[in-house]
């Protein structure tokens, strides 16, 4: 069919005009509700310009007409099929339910999650047991290289005064690393979850490692003492982030389900929205934490004090994700 | 709604529930790269200024500033796509430039949890280094898509500005001599199939975009075809050259429902 071009075009163009200047101004007032005339107006401008298109089809597909109908329905499909969330983004009900609801919706990632660190760390204890020169290589960290003997006395000397004008700096490194490698765990769940596997069991290691390190120097307490008053939020929050991973992983995988990849991926991204920014909220409290309090050890600070502080941590963080944000 | 998809080479077509089909222009690699490479810089320009607006907080000591900087830069890295997206409609500064945006896969519109996806895949796109993993997925991917972009279903299309086309300055206002000779008129519309049309019109359309040679022998070419299927008087094509004959040819197709044009009085030659 040859269409009467000129024609098409001079009667087609002002429902065309009508339709793009609807959509300008629906573009620059994004927030703006239509009313249910406005929304019928452009309802029939749409389906216009989409018999139009229709009728384009004809034509070779690189055509300039058929290219700017093309655009001008796409974007008036996206406005009409609009399917956003137009509530008000709330940070502190977001944080406070929001993220507790999705880290209990996806409890089996994190228990998965829970699973590979533990056999990480009876791995990471398990070889430092086994062959005591592996700590080089289990525990690429210069502080822990010396005895745990060794580091009590030497803290013990140094009274904190090693962390004497860099607190601020410190702890905002460790809070952009850690959540730097929270949000790379999240990421490495779309290589099918192996990358966040990969570096959750290596985080075990490295924490088996330290810990049988130190409970096997007699320890126990200065281990405790130092590690639990951010350990009991930053570890969990490393959780967190593989927990989401997995939760990529799984949509990606997609096991026994009959909705699409895409489908599926779209259906866990605000799960994994929420589960990344609530992880990287208790990583700039555990490196607050770890600043400026786990550097420190007796006699500046008792270590009952700082344990009893991590496991009221604990308890709180334990109550909040399992209990806030239920109706 | 469940608008099925259609891809062909480098566009993402998309049919929408009541069967309409529209098509988007995805974006290469290499397009990306530059824009990418854009945003780089204005991610290590916003770092430079952050540094100097935090310089005379050294009075409160370098560990303050130190931190604040530290925590400043780490979020500017984070945040500055995922602001822009939001903000933008897809469009990051490089993207703006390049004139690309990022858009749902169905064509409706980017949730905020398509943008911060998409954008937290950077940590394992960008890996081992210069976005190798996401360049490589993109480039293998049929819809051009890296791995944010599959993680949040999204994709990057060209968006240039699209004009409705003014067909009037070509169609309108000249002589045709051929549409004068209305049986040989009626035949050729019988005779040019619809593809053909089209072809010669968008000859037309984009003639200024050929260079001299390969415009005359496209011309000259249709101009054949055309004196092949309907032969007109030799006086009435003698003096006009094939891009004229073309056009007559196109005008004659195109509109056909308008009553012809009688010729202008011409202008007697002494």
Redesign the interface.
């Given at each position: 069919?040859?269409?009467?071009?000129?024609?098409f075009?001079e009667t087609g163009?002002p429902q065309?005009?009508a339709l793009e200047k609807t959509l300008d101004w629906l573009?620059a007032n994004?927030t703006r509700v239509l009313t249910i005339e406005e929304i019928e107006r452009l309802h029939m401008q749409y389906?216009r310009v989409?018999a139009d298109?229709?009728k384009t089809a004809?034509?070779?597909?690189?055509?300039?007409?058929r290219?700017?109908l093309?655009?001008l329905?796409?974007r008036a499909?996206?406005?009409i099929?609009?399917?956003?969330?137009r509530r008000k983004?709330r940070p502190w009900r977001w944080f406070t339910a929001e993220f507790p609801r999705a880290f209990r919706q996806h409890r089996r990632a994190f228990q998965l999650s829970v699973a590979l660190t533990l056999l990480g760390c009876a791995f990471g204890a398990a070889a430092l047991k086994i062959d005591s020169e592996a700590k080089s290589v289990i525990m690429p960290f210069e502080g822990l290289q010396i005895s745990p003997a060794e580091r009590v006395a030497k803290e013990r000397d140094d009274q904190g005064k090693h962390m004497a004008?860099?607190?601020?700096?410190f702890?905002?490194?460790l809070?952009?690393h850690n959540?730097?490698v929270a949000?790379?765990t999240?990421?490495?769940g779309?290589?099918y979850g192996f990358?966040t596997m990969v570096v959750l069991f290596y985080n075990g290691v490295t924490l088996g490692a330290v810990a049988y390190d130190y409970i096997h120097g007699g320890q126990i307490v200065f281990l405790l003492g130092w590690l639990l008053p951010h350990g009991v939020i930053e570890i969990p929050a490393i959780l967190v982030g593989g927990q989401a991973g997995l939760v990529?992983a799984y949509a990606l995988i997609g096991w026994g389900s009959r909705v699409s990849r895409?489908q599926r991926?779209?259906e866990v991204?605000?799960d994994?929205?929420t589960l990344?920014g609530g992880a990287a909220v208790m990583l700039v409290w555990a490196g607050l934490v770890e600043a400026f309090l786990s550097q420190y050890h007796e006699p500046v600070i008792s270590y009952g004090m700082k344990i009893t502080f991590g496991l009221v941590e604990a308890t709180l963080l334990t109550l909040f994700l399992a209990r806030a944000g239920r109706a | 709604m469940n608008p099925s998809y259609v891809n062909s080479a480098n566009t993402l077509a998309i049919r929408t529930p009541e069967g309409i089909e529209f098509s988007l222009p995805l974006a290469g690699p290499f397009s990306r790269m530059l824009a990418l490479a854009i945003d780089m810089a204005a991610i290590a320009a916003a770092e430079q200024s952050l540094e100097k607006i935090l310089a005379p907080l050294q009075v409160f000591g370098a560990d303050v500033s130190g931190a604040l900087q530290i925590v400043g830069f780490f979020a500017i890295y984070i945040t500055y796509a995922i602001l822009t997206e939001w903000l933008w409609r897809g469009q990051t500064l490089g993207k703006r430039v390049m004139k690309l945006r990022v858009v749902d896969s169905r064509g409706l519109r980017l949730e905020p949890a398509q943008v911060v996806v998409r954008n937290l895949m950077r940590f394992l796109d960008m890996l081992p280094l210069l976005y190798l993993v996401g360049g490589i997925t993109c480039f293998l991917n049929r819809n051009r898509q890296r791995l944010g972009d599959i993680a949040a279903g999204t994709v990057v299309v060209r968006s240039l500005p699209v004009e409705a086309p003014d067909l009037d300055q070509l169609l309108g206002g000249k002589y045709n001599s051929l549409a004068e000779h209305r049986h040989l008129a009626a035949r050729l519309r019988q005779k040019v199939g619809p593809e053909t049309a089209q072809v010669a019109l968008e000859a037309l359309l984009r003639r200024e975009q050929l260079d001299p040679a390969g415009r005359l022998s496209v011309f000259a070419a249709l101009a054949g075809h055309f004196r092949e299927l309907v032969s007109y008087p030799p006086e009435v094509v003698e003096q006009i050259s094939d891009e004229q004959y073309v056009r007559d040819v196109v005008e004659i197709l195109f509109k056909r429902a308008e009553p012809l044009r009688r010729s202008a009085p011409a202008t007697p030659v002494s």
């Amino acid at each position: 069919m040859i269409i009467d071009l000129a024609r098409f075009v001079e009667t087609g163009r002002p429902q065309w005009s009508a339709l793009e200047k609807t959509l300008d101004w629906l573009e620059a007032n994004p927030t703006r509700v239509l009313t249910i005339e406005e929304i019928e107006r452009l309802h029939m401008q749409y389906q216009r310009v989409s018999a139009d298109l229709a009728k384009t089809a004809g034509l070779a597909g690189e055509s300039e007409l058929r290219q700017y109908l093309e655009r001008l329905v796409g974007r008036a499909y996206a406005e009409i099929n609009e399917t956003r969330d137009r509530r008000k983004f709330r940070p502190w009900r977001w944080f406070t339910a929001e993220f507790p609801r999705a880290f209990r919706q996806h409890r089996r990632a994190f228990q998965l999650s829970v699973a590979l660190t533990l056999l990480g760390c009876a791995f990471g204890a398990a070889a430092l047991k086994i062959d005591s020169e592996a700590k080089s290589v289990i525990m690429p960290f210069e502080g822990l290289q010396i005895s745990p003997a060794e580091r009590v006395a030497k803290e013990r000397d140094d009274q904190g005064k090693h962390m004497a004008g860099r607190k601020g700096s410190f702890s905002a490194q460790l809070m952009t690393h850690n959540t730097q490698v929270a949000l790379t765990t999240l990421a490495l769940g779309m290589t099918y979850g192996f990358g966040t596997m990969v570096v959750l069991f290596y985080n075990g290691v490295t924490l088996g490692a330290v810990a049988y390190d130190y409970i096997h120097g007699g320890q126990i307490v200065f281990l405790l003492g130092w590690l639990l008053p951010h350990g009991v939020i930053e570890i969990p929050a490393i959780l967190v982030g593989g927990q989401a991973g997995l939760v990529i992983a799984y949509a990606l995988i997609g096991w026994g389900s009959r909705v699409s990849r895409a489908q599926r991926m779209r259906e866990v991204s605000r799960d994994v929205m929420t589960l990344a920014g609530g992880a990287a909220v208790m990583l700039v409290w555990a490196g607050l934490v770890e600043a400026f309090l786990s550097q420190y050890h007796e006699p500046v600070i008792s270590y009952g004090m700082k344990i009893t502080f991590g496991l009221v941590e604990a308890t709180l963080l334990t109550l909040f994700l399992a209990r806030a944000g239920r109706a | 709604m469940n608008p099925s998809y259609v891809n062909s080479a480098n566009t993402l077509a998309i049919r929408t529930p009541e069967g309409i089909e529209f098509s988007l222009p995805l974006a290469g690699p290499f397009s990306r790269m530059l824009a990418l490479a854009i945003d780089m810089a204005a991610i290590a320009a916003a770092e430079q200024s952050l540094e100097k607006i935090l310089a005379p907080l050294q009075v409160f000591g370098a560990d303050v500033s130190g931190a604040l900087q530290i925590v400043g830069f780490f979020a500017i890295y984070i945040t500055y796509a995922i602001l822009t997206e939001w903000l933008w409609r897809g469009q990051t500064l490089g993207k703006r430039v390049m004139k690309l945006r990022v858009v749902d896969s169905r064509g409706l519109r980017l949730e905020p949890a398509q943008v911060v996806v998409r954008n937290l895949m950077r940590f394992l796109d960008m890996l081992p280094l210069l976005y190798l993993v996401g360049g490589i997925t993109c480039f293998l991917n049929r819809n051009r898509q890296r791995l944010g972009d599959i993680a949040a279903g999204t994709v990057v299309v060209r968006s240039l500005p699209v004009e409705a086309p003014d067909l009037d300055q070509l169609l309108g206002g000249k002589y045709n001599s051929l549409a004068e000779h209305r049986h040989l008129a009626a035949r050729l519309r019988q005779k040019v199939g619809p593809e053909t049309a089209q072809v010669a019109l968008e000859a037309l359309l984009r003639r200024e975009q050929l260079d001299p040679a390969g415009r005359l022998s496209v011309f000259a070419a249709l101009a054949g075809h055309f004196r092949e299927l309907v032969s007109y008087p030799p006086e009435v094509v003698e003096q006009i050259s094939d891009e004229q004959y073309v056009r007559d040819v196109v005008e004659i197709l195109f509109k056909r429902a308008e009553p012809l044009r009688r010729s202008a009085p011409a202008t007697p030659v002494s």
